[in-house]
Nanobody, 119 residues
Framework: VQLVESGGGLVQAGGSLRLSCAAS????????MGWHRQAPGKQRELVAM???????NYADSVKGRFTIARDYAKNTVTLQMNSLKPEDTAVYYC??????????????WGQGTQVTVSS
């Protein structure tokens, strides 16, 4: 199972970015897909998660600004980020939890994509 992210970059404060992540492999199901981020000198933190029962969970710091969406058929997850702030600057990691695949079962991380918000 591999997770491939795209969509990071540099944007001015107040701008928008859209991150995408696609899970590939012989996947039967994924319990949860979402995003974490890690800023320099800080611990990795949850940004948003989309569960198989359609529940979503957002960090308080991004509520009302970020929106997570998931395509179950394509095993993809996207994160629409609006009204970006300099404090959103971090490496964003795609996460897939509870993955059931033909040759494996477990949790997976993408390689990370840099998001930089300038003031």
């Amino acid at each position: 199972v591999q997770l491939v992210e795209s969509g990071g970059g540099l944007v001015q404060a107040g701008g928008s970015l859209r991150l995408s992540c696609a899970a590939s492999g012989s996947i039967f199901g994924i319990e949860a897909m979402g995003w974490h981020r890690q800023a320099p000198g800080k611990q990795r933190e949850l940004v948003a998660m989309f569960f198989s029962d359609y529940r979503t969970n957002y960090a308080d710091s991004v509520k009302g600004r970020f929106t997570i969406a998931r395509d179950y058929a394509k095993n993809t997850v996207t994160l629409q980020m609006n009204s970006l702030k300099p404090e959103d600057t971090a490496v964003y990691y795609c996460y897939a939890g509870g993955v059931r695949a033909s040759a494996s079962m477990g949790d997976y991380w993408g390689q990370g994509t840099q998001v930089t918000v300038s003031s």
